[in-house]
């Protein structure tokens, strides 16, 4: 359950600062506000670290070199995640970006890439898939 809760929390989070970052972006610029956003994030990781963290930067060694890019994704998915709302409405934006999520996650899934367990996936996986993009594209329409 509590992983259904932070879900929610993210998935809420997400929108919303993504059209705040997208409003900031409209009056400093797209890669301004981005350090806006990435620096008031490190500074408040550092303190969530300072007083909360129980890991070992020294095991950094041991990790795979490659998932050290997950910050150069922070950086694509705050500027894409702007560039996408002020070009489309926040509604099909964020459909948008939650179905290319949901492909993606559903590919590591099924391949089981980045150590993750495989997940078969069955036909009713796609009838959603396809309900998905068809949801959106009717939020898309704007039938009158």
Known sequence: MA??????????????????NTRLSDKIGVYESNVIVQGTAFLLSLLVVWFFGKGDFKAI??????YLLGGVLGL?????????I????????????????????AI???????????????????????LMVGGMLLFKWNIK
Request: glycine share 10%; hydrophobic share 55%; no cysteine.
């Open 3 to 20: 992983g259904f809760i932070f879900a929610l929390i993210a998935g809420s989070a997400m929108s919303v600062q993504g059209v705040m």
């Open 61 to 66: 060694g041991s990790v795979n070199k490659f």
């Open 76 to 84: 694509v998915i705050t500027i894409t995640v702007m560039l996408a």
């Open 86 to 105: 002020g070009k489309l409405s926040p509604t099909v934006a964020i459909s948008t970006i939650l179905i290319a999520q949901l492909t993606v996650a």
């Open 108 to 130: 590591i899934d099924a391949l089981g890439i980045m150590g993750s367990e495989k997940v078969p996936l069955h036909w009713n996986n796609y009838v959603g898939f396809v």
